[in-house]
């Protein structure tokens, strides 16, 4: 199966998924960021949903907006202001994919001003939409600090969608990592590189 970021703005959108759809993959989840805490952006959800249709994306992992507009700044009414609108209209848009046999999900995504990011924005959209599934990502789990297997266990009955990804939890501990790997010189690393490297391997397309 493949995933795709819908944005319906860009021009080679269409075609290109026409290709990947019809020669050499499955249609996994179609992918989308929008904003509602800004707007219901009707537009542009009618078109995420007809293009899921003619390709034949049964799965839409939805980023639905911000709610720490300002940063860590922004007040708790404002905050609150924006969960509310992201939420009413997240709700709306789930029952309207629903009713098109469409499945909406979210990630645990790895952006504090997303009210994804944290285990009590996830639940307050699950409690508010019954009909919300789960995207799990188990590389954002390290980017929030919490726990894999503590994650899946709790939200186990929404996943529809898995991303396996595996990240370190800073730049400092990545290249301790690689240098396990690797060493810690220069030509020892150009040395692993080019010997477990394939440059040469011919892609064929088959």
């Not at 529809?160 to 990592?177: G, T, W």
Request: charge should be negative; aromatic fraction near 10%; charged fraction near 30%.
């Amino acid at each position: 199966e493949v995933e795709i970021e819908f944005e319906y703005e860009t021009p080679w959108v269409t075609p290109f998924l026409g290709l990947v759809c019809d020669t050499c993959a499955k249609p996994g989840a179609l992918y989308g960021t929008f904003h509602l805490e800004r707007s219901d952006e009707s537009a542009r959800l009618e078109e995420y949903l007809r293009t899921a249709e003619e390709f034949g994306f049964r799965t839409l992992l939805i980023i639905p907006g911000e709610y720490l507009r300002g940063g860590r700044k922004d007040s708790s009414v404002e905050r609150r202001q924006a969960m509310d609108a992201i939420t009413s209209r997240l709700k709306a848009f789930v029952a309207k994919a629903k009713a098109r046999g469409l499945a909406v999900t979210v990630e645990d995504f790895d952006d504090v001003a997303s009210p994804c990011s944290i285990g009590s924005g996830l639940k307050a959209l699950f409690d508010a939409i019954p009909d919300l599934g789960f995207t799990f990502d188990t590389g954002n789990v390290t980017y929030t600090g919490d726990d894999t297997m503590r994650l899946f266990e709790t939200w186990r009955g929404r996943i529809r969608h898995v991303h396996l990804k595996d990240r370190v939890a800073s730049a400092a501990e990545e290249d301790r990592m690689i240098t396990i790997l690797m060493g810690d010189k220069v030509d020892p690393r150009k040395e692993y590189i080019i010997s477990h490297a394939e440059f040469n391997k011919k892609d064929n397309f088959d």
